[in-house]
């Protein structure tokens, strides 16, 4: 009998890979300004490490905090214990009007309606088993998130169904679009239980305009299905337009006595807008009780440490701190932005005009020896291996169409930014079409020979250091 | 004339709308009373006293007083760990390697350095309950099912079944010989998922025993790891009660076996871990599995993307279990409080004509009231429980919610209260009891 289940033998956990190529490169020979300056630089992790100096001086100003101190007393035994998993309910109210904040406090939120998990990776997979049956299926806008392969499907047994979006009109979500990912999941039988948004968006790094949030509420309406924004980036909007938070315009356009209203989830975490990924602060905000009853249930199988509750409690329950901090990093986030917009436009690259996230949605189309996703992991690769670069393909991200890149900026210093974009101008200087082509003929051969080696080795489950858990 | 469609809206999944969630059972109506009628030695002395919640409490001032002294362990930047900006970022599902080598330390010591533990093989995880279940992702298939021995904890009807779809089949456990597993009952499990054509994919053990606070024998270890090896199937060994045996030699950890044994089959042995029993720490949500099998743990390793623990908190606790003077002395303080506390409500339980399983480990006794059963029933039990609750006041767990095959069984928790509300609790059964003998012929 074989020993391990269906779901320890799958590959659904989504290792991908492309993905755990560049890893893995980046791994053996990380670039670092001293000890290895022609390392290859990492632009595929999306953290926010802007704001770090504001967190510190917080934490050193209130000792207290991390201390479990309450104005001086300890509480020490009180919070060791306390594994309820209502969760703290100082550290609940101080998260709801963080996220109201964030949201220009247009929209108010019920921290009774809020339930915390180990991160937003927890949270979306846990209202996936509240919502959707084996086999049932979620709408995604593509290009998306890649751990969403695994977040949503893994452990559920659910499927995803992409809603192609096109470069032609900004990867923007339209009705026709929506309409079709439904009728695909029909044809291939399969139930589908709600539309899942990234808002702002990862990859693109846009906020979703009015319109598609009005369409999204429509065919939800209408198809009678639920629908989750992840709003885990919605504190990093650094340019307008500004964001505009579902909730708002459930409240706007009169859904709030309608069916729809309890059929709208909201997941968020502090991995992204505070930059504490390794604190595993994630939560779900439902209008419906028995989604808040069963995933408040579901979140004894990842709470979050007392420790770190109270700790950020505290931290967010400071005012002065949160307005202080959500406008500075949103300034630093918008000159690293800039910064690395410009430092591609010299290298004649475009990216997406994008107004939020730790990353740009970068064109490199024009570099591609052919329009194929074949072509686009030639020059990822070359990207990875000869310029020194780890990004994420499009192709990663279920992308449509080839040539599309993500690239992170918030996660290093300016002037390792800076020597990355130097990097990628010299690049393209140096190669021309035909060129790209020859070069990645030969390397195509050797591509072959190594990733047979590769994916064998890959599929092998030896223990290894290798593997990582893939960020967003 | 236009066909009306009838919108159907999309309710939640299966999994939400089912009660395999178990807290629909009158366990938790025992704290729904406890929660509206708190015991406090002040304010509210004839109120419920606690003594469903298995708690450690008896420790905390030498994990206080090590905080009192290791400010580093909260605080960031000095002495070589990491600084804060590291440690917030880092979310690496392989977990903190001093973390990580700190936990298979301490392991090491509560087992009195007979087993060794590789750091590389711990894999993180938020809490036992996020361990279990993730275990039984790995090991089993929906409808598959996990032989547990009875009596058990009756979380793990959610940790095993709820979201997993697999089954547990009890294997009975009898009073006459202390409740341990016997290869005979071993088998009648086995043979009764056979006859339900369901798949039995392994074994679930605790050690020391939730309810019954007592270690299992190193020869009954033997016999258990025998049958998973015939069977082809494979054990858990949830030895989140291993710091709270009363006496470290009295403990045998399967590792032990395992290890005496060369490590054959031993690919098929997982253990279970966590610091909310012996340290006391249940808020902070620290879990780990400990697997003999690669792919178990490269497997787990990834799927604890899901309930990874807080960094902050594997930075303190790297701190301190690395702490070989803290550790070496809790582990002993800790083992010597249990065991007064111990023999404290077993021998105010003998005087009032109360008699316990004998036990040697864990925050709780095993009690037998079985004679005060009408009639060897499981409603003649909850009777007995509610009459408990609500007249004598104290909220103990029935065996039927441990799913105990023997009317009449009681787990009592000891160490979530003073030694002040363990004599009050005590004298409260001591006059019930005095008042049963007296109406001893009086009907129900």
């Not at chain 2, 039984?136 to 009756?154: E, H």
């Amino acid at each position: 009998m074989k020993m391990l289940s269906e779901k320890a033998t799958c590959n659904s956990h989504g290792q991908d890979s492309s993905y755990f190529l560049g890893w893995q490169e980046y791994e053996k020979n990380p670039y670092d300004e001293i000890q290895n300056p022609k390392g290859i630089i990492q632009m595929g992790l999306a953290e926010n490490q802007l704001s770090f100096d504001l967190l510190e001086s917080w934490l050193a100003q209130n000792p207290d905090a991390a201390g479990f101190k309450r104005n001086g007393e300890s509480i020490f035994r009180e919070l060791a214990l306390f594994q309820d998993y209502h969760g703290l309910p100082a550290f609940k109210n101080a998260m709801t009007k963080f996220m109201s904040e964030i949201r220009g406090n247009k929209v108010s939120f019920d921290s009774n309606k809020l339930v915390l998990t180990a991160g937003a990776t927890s949270a979306n997979e846990t209202l996936m088993f509240c919502l959707a049956d084996q086999g049932d299926a979620f709408l995604l806008p593509t290009p998306y998130y890649p751990g969403f392969d695994r977040d949503l499907k893994w452990r559920t047994g659910a499927e995803i169904v992409p809603i192609h979006c096109e470069s032609s009109n900004g990867f923007r979500i339209t009705k026709s679009a929506l309409e079709e990912a439904y009728l695909d999941a029909k044809k291939r039988n399969l139930r589908v239980k709600g539309v899942l948004v990234t808002n702002p968006s990862n990859p693109l790094g846009t906020t979703l305009s009015r319109k598609e949030l009005e369409l999204l509420l429509t065919f939800v309406d209408a198809k009678g299905i639920h629908l989750i924004s992840d709003e885990i980036y919605s504190g990093t909007v650094f340019n307008s337009p500004s964001f505009i938070s579902v909730m708002e315009v459930l409240i706007e356009k009169n859904y709030m006595k309608t069916d729809v209203w309890e059929r709208v989830h909201i997941v968020y975490s502090l991995s992204k807008d505070l930059g504490l990924p390794g604190f595993r602060i994630g939560a779900i905000y439902s209008n419906d009780e028995m989604v808040v009853s069963a995933a408040t249930k579901m979140s004894s199988f990842g709470l979050v440490s007392s420790q770190t509750q109270y700790l950020l409690s505290c931290m967010l329950s400071d005012k002065k701190f949160t307005k202080k901090y959500l406008s500075e990093n949103q300034k630093r986030l918008k000159k690293r932005h800039a910064m690395i917009v410009k430092g591609l436009q010299n290298a004649g690259i475009n990216c997406l005009e994008s107004n939020a996230g730790l990353f740009c949605w970068v064109d490199m189309r024009h570099l591609l020896s052919s329009n194929t996703f074949d072509a686009e992991m030639d020059l990822w690769k070359k990207i990875v291996y000869d310029v020194g670069l780890n990004i994420s393909p499009g192709s990663s991200c279920h992308c449509s169409e080839p040539g599309w890149f993500r690239a992170c900026f918030a996660n290093m210093s300016e002037d390792t930014l800076n020597l990355a974009m130097r990097r990628i101008k010299d690049f393209v200087k140096s190669t021309d079409t035909n060129t790209i082509n020859e070069i990645s003929h030969q390397n195509q051969q050797q591509t072959n020979a190594n990733s047979k080696k590769k994916a064998f080795s890959m599929w092998v489950f030896r223990l290894s250091f290798n593997d990582r858990q893939r960020e967003r | 004339m236009a066909i009306e469609i009838e919108k159907s809206i999309v309710g939640l999944s299966k999994i939400a709308n089912s009660n395999t969630h178990g807290e629909d059972s009158p366990y938790f109506s025992g704290w729904k009373a406890y929660d509206e009628d708190p015991f406090d030695e002040l304010h509210n002395p004839c109120g419920v006293i606690q003594m469903g919640l298995a708690e450690n409490q008896v420790s905390f001032d030498l994990v206080e007083e090590y905080l009192g002294k290791n400010g580093e362990a909260i605080n960031y930047g000095s002495s070589g760990f990491s600084s804060f900006k590291e440690n917030a970022l880092f979310q690496d599902y392989h977990g903190l390697f001093n973390f990580r080598k700190a936990m298979a330390n301490f392991m090491e010591k509560i087992r009195g350095g007979r087993a060794k533990f590789n750091p590389d093989r711990v894999v993180i995880t938020a809490g036992a309950t996020a361990a279990n279940e993730l275990l039984t992702f790995i090991l089993a298939d929906p409808g598959d099912a996990l032989l547990v021995p009875t009596p058990y904890y009756p979380g793990f009807d959610r940790d095993l079944r709820w979201r997993t779809g697999v089954k547990i089949i009890p294997i009975h456990c009898e009073s006459s010989n202390n409740f341990q597993v016997t290869p005979q009952a071993l088998e009648l499990a086995y043979e009764e998922a056979n006859s339900k054509k369901i798949k039995v994919r392994g074994i679930l053990i605790t050690n020391p025993s939730n309810p019954l606070g007592a270690t299992i024998q190193r020869s009954n270890l033997e016999e258990i790891l025998d049958f998973a090896v015939r069977k082809n199937i494979h054990l858990v060994s949830d030895e989140i009660y291993s710091g709270s045996a009363f006496c470290s030699s009295e403990f045998v950890s399967i590792a032990e076996v395992l290890d005496s044994r060369k490590y054959v089959d031993s690919e098929r042995v997982h253990i279970v871990y966590s610091l909310s029993k012996d340290l006391g720490l249940p808020g902070f949500r620290v879990g780990t599995i400990y697997s003999f099998n690669d792919l178990v743990v490269t497997t787990a390793r990834r799927m604890s993307s899901f309930t990874l623990i807080s960094s902050q908190t594997q930075h303190l606790l790297a701190h301190m279990l690395s702490d070989d003077d803290f550790t070496g002395n809790y582990i002993k303080t800790n083992r010597d409080r249990l065991k007064r506390r111990y023999e404290m409500i077993v021998d105010g339980l003998k005087r009032s004509g109360i008699e316990c399983l004998k036990g040697n480990a864990g925050l709780f006794c095993w009690m037998n009231l079985s004679q005060l059963l009408e009639k060897p029933t499981m409603e003649c039990e909850l009777k007995l429980w509610n009459k408990i609750l609500c007249e004598v006041k104290l909220n103990i767990s029935p065996g039927s919610s441990c799913h105990c095959s023997e009317p009449g069984w009681f787990r009592v928790c000891f160490a979530n209260m003073s030694e002040q509300t363990l004599e009050i609790a005590l004298k409260r059964l001591h006059n019930f009891m005095q008042k049963r003998t007296k109406d001893s012929y009086a009907v129900e």
